[in-house]
């Protein structure tokens, strides 16, 4: 079995790392069941450890120790959810469990792309839950700022409110209820703007949910990922609402079943509350996971978006052709 040229220290490790988290493999030495294997902190070139190579094969150890790494990149999208012209968080979806965060979602957004954001996530919670369009001055002026892509979902259940927000400067649109309840209309959209139409599947105990998650379908979840698998769609976002700021985690057999279900990209959301979370999330890269949307962790500062950038996104610390590995 050929080891990887890349680690990363579970938090069970890290009192034995002096905290650096990102390792390369420099090589292995003994026999038997004394190999052992050194590895070197990227960021922290001086320091080395000796592990045992049991402990980097095991895939039970993997998780309490050591997790091997593919050079897959996640792409992290820092989510901005409005209400009322707001930059605001709901705890499991719950309008009665409102955080707010900022009054200037435009200074926000442009945060996040000052440090090194690639994509822009914007919930419309006013539109998910009455349809309304409160916020579209805001989202025009966060697309005019911007210079990266931007995506927005909430609210989107005509063609008409889909055409009119893609004119907005937005690179995609976002379709939840309207996905279950009007599927071809996703599918004529999606043959219409090709790479711009994704879809929202939002799950509550494996169940779609719709109308800002107000209303709770019979439909598996999985079922409906399975029906967009060669509609052309861009993307899946799946949500779990169980999870979905919390910072408890994301759930990682529900985005498992989700990928497995769809030949569609699958972007997942809910539940990110620390670095180690989005590690997690690389496991499930190579079954079609390719991006995380992130908020609340942000907005508190338990994930630092440019070290989550560093762990995960593209060019990230552990890949074996990356700057640090090769310098």
Known sequence: ?????????????LATTRGYRHFALLGEQGQGAERVVELQALLERGFR??????????????????QQLRPTAMQIIPAIDLLDGHCVRLHQGDYDQVTRFSDDPVAQALSWQQQGARRLH??????????????DAAVKAITAALEIPVQLGGGVRSAERAEELLTFGLDRVILGTVALEQPELVDALAARYPGRIVVGIDAKNG??????WIEESSTEATSLAQRFSTSGIAAIISTDIATDGTLAGPNLEALRAMAEASAVPVIASGGIGT??????????????VEGV?????????RVDLAEA???IDEGRLQDPTSASMLA
């Open 122 to 135: 914007l919930v419309d919670l006013d539109g998910a839950r009455s349809g309304q369009p409160i916020n």
């Open 207 to 212: 169940k779609v949910a719709t109308r800002g």
């Open 275 to 288: 670095l180690e979370h989005l590690l997690s999330l690389l496991a499930l890269a190579p079954l079609g």
């Open 309 to 311: 950038l560093q762990a």
């Open 1 to 13: 079995m050929r080891l990887a040229k890349a680690y990363t220290a579970q938090p069970a490790a």
């Open 49 to 66: 450890l000796v592990v045992p190579l049991r402990q980097l094969r095991n895939r039970q150890l993997w998780q309490p120790g050591w």
């Open 293 to 301: 949307i992130v908020g609340r962790a942000l907005y508190d500062g």
